[in-house]
Each structure stands twice: as C-alpha cells, then as structure tokens.
C-alpha cells in the first residue's frame, strides 16, 4: 500500500520518508473504478513486496529459457546464489516492489487492464520503542522507502508493466525494469528486458493500523474506513526476463564464488561476466559453473546473435561478435541478455515518498555509437542513472565521454553547449539527448620490395606516414595506391583485391596492404671513337659502343644518330640489331634488348666522307624505349646515354 495526501494549500504534496515524521503514508485506492476521496485527502494503492526470492535452474512452461539460472550446475555455487538472495530479502536490502496504482479490485479477482509499476525500495527502521522487529520475509504492511529515481513526479513507479487479473492470477508484462539483487554477497542492479510476472492473489483482509506511530500499519488520521479490504499476498509468483549482459559486467564476481577454488583462477578485477563466459571447475574438475554464452536480447537494442570472447590469462571478457562479425563491445553488452527465471512469493506492504518542487533532468543517448554522460554535481551517471532530479535553477553541468569505438557527434535540448559538455539551467524538467556515432578503424600498411604511398578519400589515410584512421559507420572509403620512382604497385590485399582502385564500405574494422615492387632499372651507355682529323674527300669511320652497365636489361635499346653537314653517308653497320639507311638526316638503329652488367653490348660503325674542309661534329644517342612487347626500362642516370666527337678535315 502507498500513502500519500492530495496537493496542499502551498501546491507542493507532502510526504515523508523513513519513520521519523510519519505524516503521510500510503495512497488509497478504493475497491471501485474511481479512487474515493477518503478523510483529509488520503487514497489507497496496493503495494506488493517480493518477501521470499528464488533464482530457478531449470525451465518450465513459464520459462522455457533460462540461460543465466542454467549456468549454475554445481550444488555449492547454487546454495552460494540462493543463500545471499534469501538473506538479502531477509534483511530489506534485496526489496522489489509491485505497485498496483489504478488496480480496481483490491480482491485481486477480476481487472482487465491496468499497469503494476515496478520498483526498489528500503524498509524503514523498527523506530526506538517499537516492539516489532523486522523481518523481510514477514512484513505485511510494513513501511517501505521506494528509489527517489524510480519514481515520477506523480509518486508513480517509472517502470511500468502493462497487467490483468482474472480468477485471482496477475499477469504482467512484457516490459523492461530494473531490480537490485544480491548474487552470492555482491549487490547488483538487473536490468532485465522482455520481463514476464504471474502470481496469484491471496486472501484479502483490512489494512493493519499503528498504534505507536511506528511501523508495521497505517496511521489513524488515514482513517481508512472498515470497508477497505485488499489482498495480503500472492504465491505462485514467476517472473522472468533478460537480464543485460552489461547488467552483469558491473558486478564484481562473487568472493564466495571465487571462494570454491575455481582453477581458472578469478580475482577481484573479473565479474560475474567473465565467470559465465569462463565457467568454473572448483579444484580443477567439479563444474560448478558452465561456459554459458548470451541466448537473447534486448529487443529495444538489439537483434541476432552476440558472443563474447575473453582473454586467455586475465578471463576478462574483452571483446564479441555479432551474428559472427566482430562488433563494439560497448554494442554488444548493452544488447545481448541471459534469460532467467526466478519464483517469488510477497506481502502487502506501505511505501514511504518524498516528494519536493525540484525539475527532473532526463537525458538520453542516441546514434550509433556508444558512451556516457556525467553531470556536475553528481546525480547522472548515464550508463545506468539517466535521470535526476534538482532543485529550481540550479546550473547542471553534463559531460560527455565516448566509448571505445565511438565518437561523440552532439547534444540536443541544452542552454549552452562546447564540445562534450552541455550547460543546462532547471528551471523547469529539461530532456538532453548526447549523440554517439559508432566508427571502425581502417588500417593500412605497404610491403614489397618497392615503395609507395597510399591516399584516401575522404581524407584521413596518407600512408606513408599516416596509416591508420576511424571513420564513421557506414563510411564509403577508396584508397588510391601511388607508386614511387623505380616501383610498380602490384596490387591489394586484405579487404581489398585486384589493383584497381579499392573501395571499402566502413561497417566493421578493416585493414588493407598494398605491395609495390622495385621496377626493373637499366644504365645504357654509349661511348664513341673516331679521328680527330681527317684530309678532304677521305673516309672518316666512328666506331659506336652501346652497352648497359645497369642491375636489369634494357629494353629494346634504340640509337639515334644524326648525319652531320658537310659529309656524305657511306653506310652503317652494328653487332646487333640492324641500322637502317638515313631518314630525314637520322641514322636510326634497333639493338633490341640489351643484357645487365655491360656483359654484351653493341659496336655500330658508321662510314661516312668529308665533303669540304670544314670541322664534322658527329652527336650519338641510345635510350630504352617502349615497343609493342613490352615498356620501357628505368634508365636512372642519363648522363653517358649520348656522345659527341668533332673531326677537323683539312682543306
């Protein structure tokens, strides 16, 4: 049951919490379809307490999935789990709530639609003088303190399941909550999503009454009228859902788990995580723990099928895939879940609220990518803690932090806003929405015997010296491979083939090589002899030596030569290849490919007859050239590819 009064005269609503000033207790709803305005503005709501709680390690007709419970195989990790859940319901700190806000039949009989919010609470301390005691598994109408950020603005649960009872059993959900349990000593909140509750409604009875103004029972200005009458309890329950993976990647792994002497050797750096993806064989050979992998999702964030791998040493979960792809780990925590299954039985019970004039700050987190927002002052950790609340005007400072993977893209819905950071002013309920944007990274090396660079576009790659870069999801990237003097690229490798253009959709992380190859390269020379001088009319012969001296053979090897004024042509011959007669004044020989090392070459003699007294100056050339076999070869050092020499004839 929830207590709370109408507005009063100043607008705001008065509640208190804990049992110092128990000036407002439970709201009462009435047994019919309106809530009736009871004595001072009082109405009466059914509250549920879970007073017993037992995780299942099997499956039925409710819960035909049950990855999380079914991991448990040995006896002492399961006595282990259920004896920290028993103690913590024992003590209130393991306390989920079912409040039944707008249930018209308090009997529990019959109500087609209404919604069972779903929350965590505190019991309230016995109070000095009280002779009740308190006992979590017995506590019918004792007082309860719900989470302040689990509850709306109207006293509400935030976490709403839609619900129905018929024949005195309450169906409920599918919905998404979050509960805090203790797993083997360790408090950890679940956040479960697609979760399902049945349970079936007990005798009804008239509320309890205080009589000392200490809990357990209602106070006497409530005066509920000796016609109200609700349920006391419900068996049977069965709740099951998703429990996050990210849910348990918070939770440090159980001391008393690590406690069975698990050969795999946990610290207090793994989480119960790492034990599920690990599993544990106490001493070596007792498996007290399968190797359980996730088996659904949280269908508001994901879809298919994640795993988690770990490292082998350490057996920290370190990364996942995602229908057999490698994904963002951040991605994956926060959609893969373990079903579970857990039976509970409950207690009417009185939840406690405050409520004050403060704006709730809700933020949120959108886009691909992943990541968290911080506020100053504290109050935000979003994560797990998206929404809080702060008085009229204060100034809340929100600080954005990408994940690994991700890059923050923005805000929305701030006063004022620099990079990360967001400045929001409460003077009214404010909604922030951080943007993430999911990126892979491209990696891009070079090898082969020659060098090269490797450009990209969009721009980011420039490798050489920049080989690596993250782009958005989705990003469409081509890479432009440039070979240096004296290389060939000779193609890619990696996320790309051929030796084309490579062009690569940035859906998961990607790396690429390109070869390049050293060009074969050539050094043709060309060196001359003749007569320095000779008489009029007589025959002047210049003796042409090519050959190449460089690492690789010359191809197709052509010599140029023209015929110098004043003399007339006589002939040409060559050791190799042939000579043709002059063409437009140029003696033009084809030496065809010329062997590496100077170890062969070619000696053109070149015949000719001075004309008049004058000085003949004959110019030689031999260079590689292109032909229809092949392209021309490197020829680093032009220098001694030519020749000159100058006969004086006398007259």
Same mark, same amino acid.
């Given at each position: 049951m929830r207590r709370d009064r109408a507005l009063d005269g100043q607008g705001s609503r008065r509640r208190v919490g804990g049992a110092v000033a128990p000036l407002a207790l439970a709201s009462l709803l009435a047994m019919m379809s309106a809530p009736p305005a009871l004595a001072d503005g009082w109405t009466f709501v059914q509250d549920q307490r879970v007073n017993s709680l037992m995780l299942q390690f099997g499956t039925d007709a409710f819960a035909t999935q049950n990855a999380f419970g079914g991991a448990f195989v040995g006896t002492s990790a399961r006595d282990m789990l259920q004896s920290a859940l028993a103690s913590s319901v024992a003590d209130g700190s393991t306390s989920w709530m079912l409040e039944m806000r707008d249930l018209t039949d308090l009997s529990g009989t019959s109500d087609p639609?209404? #919604? *069972?919010?779903?929350? #965590?609470?505190?019991?309230?301390?016995?109070?000095a003088g009280n002779p009740a005691t308190y006992d979590g598994t017995s506590d019918l109408d004792w007082w309860y303190s719900p989470n302040a950020s689990e509850v709306a603005d109207d006293g509400s649960a935030k976490q709403q399941l839609p619900a129905s009872f018929a024949a005195k059993t309450l169906n409920a959900g599918p919905g998404t909550v979050r509960l805090v349990a203790t797993l083997?000593? /360790?408090?950890?909140?679940?956040?479960? &999503?697609?979760?399902?509750?049945?349970?079936?409604? %007990?005798? &009804?009875?008239?509320?309890?009454? &205080?009589?000392?103004?200490?809990?357990?029972?209602?106070?006497?200005?409530? #005066?509920? =009228?000796?016609?109200?009458t609700s349920f006391e309890t419900m068996s049977s329950g069965k709740m099951a859902g998703g429990i996050s993976a990210r849910s348990l990647a918070d939770v440090p792994i159980p001391a008393s788990l690590v406690g069975l002497t698990c050969a795999e050797d946990y610290t207090t750096y793994n989480t119960m995580l790492d034990l599920l993806i690990t599993g544990c064989k106490a001493f070596g050979f007792i498996t007290?723990? &399968?190797? @359980? /992998? =996730?088996?659904? *999702?949280?269908?508001?964030?994901?879809? %298919? @099928?994640?795993?988690?791998?770990?490292?082998? *040493?350490s057996k920290q979960v370190t990364g996942c895939t995602h229908d057999g792809v490698t994904a963002s780990l951040d991605g994956c925590?926060?959609?893969?879940?373990?079903?579970?299954?857990?039976?509970f039985t409950t207690d009417r019970v009185i939840d406690l609220l405050q409520v004050s004039t403060t704006n709730l700050l809700t933020v949120s987190r959108v886009g691909s990518g992943s990541g968290t927002v911080t506020s100053s002052p504290a109050g935000v950790d979003c994560g797990d803690d998206c929404t809080e609340r702060y008085q009229p005007g204060a100034q809340v400072t929100l600080t954005a932090d990408p994940s690994a993977g991700s890059r923050f893209d923005g805000w929305t819905g701030c006063d004022n806003a620099f990079g990360t950071t967001c400045a929001v002013t409460m003077d009214a309920d404010k909604q922030v929405a951080a943007s993430f944007v999911q990126q892979h990274t491209l990696t891009v090396s070079t090898n082969g015997s020659g060098t090269g660079s490797v450009s990209s576009s969009p721009a980011g790659i420039d490798c050489g010296a920049d080989c690596s870069q993250d782009y958005d999801q989705g990003t469409q990237i081509t890479l432009t491979a440039t070979a240096a003097p004296g290389s060939a690229f000779t193609g890619w490798s990696g996320a790309c083939t051929g030796i084309g253009m490579c062009t690569l959709s940035m859906t998961i992380d990607r790396s690429v090589t390109a070869t390049f190859t050293s060009a074969p390269s050539a050094d043709v020379r060309l060196t001359m002899t003749g007569p320095a001088s000779a008489p009029r009319g007589a025959q002047v012969t210049y003796l042409i030596t090519v050959s190449n001296v460089g690492p690789s053979t010359a191809h197709n090897v052509v010599l140029s030569n023209p015929v110098p004024s004043g003399v007339k042509f006589l002939g040409v011959t060559s050791s190799q290849g042939t000579c043709g007669k002059p063409s437009r004044g140029t003696i033009t020989c084809s030496l065809g490919?010329?062997?590496?090392?100077?170890?062969?070459?070619?000696?053109? @003699?070149?015949?000719?007859?001075?004309?008049?007294?004058?000085?003949?100056? #004959?110019?030689?050339?031999?260079?590689?050239?292109?032909?229809?076999?092949?392209?021309a070869t490197a020829d680093p050092d032009t220098s001694n590819n030519w020749a000159w020499l100058t006969t004086t004839v006398a007259k």
């Open positions: 639609s209404f #919604n *069972v919010g779903v929350f #965590n609470a505190t019991p309230a301390a016995p109070g083997g000593g /360790q408090p950890a909140a679940l956040a479960m &999503s697609s979760t399902r509750v049945t349970a079936v409604a %007990g005798d &009804s009875s008239k509320p309890l009454e &205080s009589t000392n103004g200490l809990p357990p029972g209602h106070l006497p200005e409530e #005066n509920l =009228p000796d016609s109200l007290e723990v &399968s190797p @359980t /992998q =996730p088996d659904t *999702v949280d269908p508001a964030v994901g879809s %298919g @099928t994640y795993s988690f791998t770990k490292d082998a *040493v925590l926060d959609a893969a879940a373990y079903s579970s299954y857990f039976e490919d010329l062997a590496k090392d100077g170890s062969a070459g070619s000696v053109i @003699t070149i015949k000719l007859t001075a004309k008049v007294g004058s000085t003949v100056t #004959n110019l030689a050339s031999a260079y590689s050239t292109a032909d229809a076999f092949g392209s």
